[in-house]
């Protein structure tokens, strides 16, 4: 098959929310490279087309885009309804997120409600109206959750962020020890600093926040990781990769912190 480098995902079908872009694109195309058909679901039709283009390049018809909002879950619901007629899901990444800088203290209720809804109930809708039809298909399956070092630890300027990533992983706990027995294995990838766009926005809010050039933010933080380097999401995808593989068969609620270091450092 074209685009192929491994066969250890053949057979395999992933769904990826916020599929179009960042973490979520680079999952979908390692994903594609390991024999996996992929649909990447995303809300952004600008970033979904520019994601169609790339991904038939990379593996031709055995990739797929879709415009999905996570938040909806009526149309989640039917989206799941079709795959699951249309052949199933095994592999499923709720991924899709919103990153909003700012002191608790001046956090407005509809922000903090905007990123809980997104981050936290949007993976909730996800992984439980995938997992709702994965049960009856007998196959077992995975679904793996982008929760985040701030789903780990808190920090300034985190309040809606870090509690929806917390969330995540409370969330992603519980459904690793209610699927266990069908098969299903839940766990979490908590990526660090990784170099996407997300993360030049971050730069540039803090820059604004404390009047510093979003370079010097960015290397003075790059100093605090132990590798010394924000992660590049061909670091990250080969969790991803393992955690839908056979070499995860025993792995079950964890959050796989890859961060170069940071946490410890
Ligand atoms: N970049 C990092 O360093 C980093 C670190 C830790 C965790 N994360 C998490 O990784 C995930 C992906 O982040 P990223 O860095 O690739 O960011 P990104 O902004 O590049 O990608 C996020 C994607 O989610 C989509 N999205 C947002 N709201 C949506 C909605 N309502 N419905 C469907 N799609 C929606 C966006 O359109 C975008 O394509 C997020 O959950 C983020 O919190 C990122």
Redesign the pocket.
């Known amino acids: 098959m074209s685009g192929e480098t491994s066969s250890l995902l053949a057979g395999k079908t992933a769904f990826i ?2 599929g ?5 694109l680079a999952v979908a195309e390692a994903y594609l490279k390991h024999g996996a058909r992929v649909i990447a ?4 039709k600008r ?1 979904l087309g520019e994601a169609k283009d790339r991904l038939a390049t990379l593996a031709g018809d055995r990739a797929r885009v879709i415009e ?4 909806d879950a009526e149309a989640t619901e039917a989206l799941a309804e079709r795959l699951f007629k249309d052949g199933g899901v095994d592999i499923v990444v709720p ?5 909003v800088l700012k002191r608790a203290v001046d956090l407005e209720l509809a922000t903090w409600r905007r990123v809980l809804d ?2 936290l109930t ?1 993976a909730f809708i996800t992984a439980t109206a995938f997992a709702r039809r994965m049960i009856p298909q007998g196959k077992g399956g995975r679904i793996i959750l ?1 929760s ?2 701030f789903g780990l630890r808190g920090g300034v300027e985190n309040g809606a962020y870090s509690a929806s990533k917390f969330g995540m992983i409370g969330l992603m706990q519980c459904l690793a020890a209610e699927l266990a027995g069908d098969g299903i294995l839940v766990n979490c990838v908590c ?4 170099d ?4 030049d926005k971050l730069f540039d809010a803090r820059a604004i926040l404390q009047g510093k050039p979003a370079e010097e933010l960015k290397a003075a933080f790059k100093a605090k990781i132990p590798l010394g380097e924000l992660g590049k999401l061909d670091d990250l995808a080969g969790a991803y990769v393992y955690l839908a593989s056979d070499l995860a068969r025993y792995v079950v609620g964890q959050s796989l912190v890859i961060d170069g270091g940071w946490q410890v450092g």
């Open positions: 929310t916020g179009a872009q960042g973490i979520g679901a995303d809300i952004d970033a999905l909002d996570v938040t991924n899709a997120g919103i990153l997104i981050n949007g982008t985040s070092l990526p660090g600093q990784m996407t766009a997300m993360m």
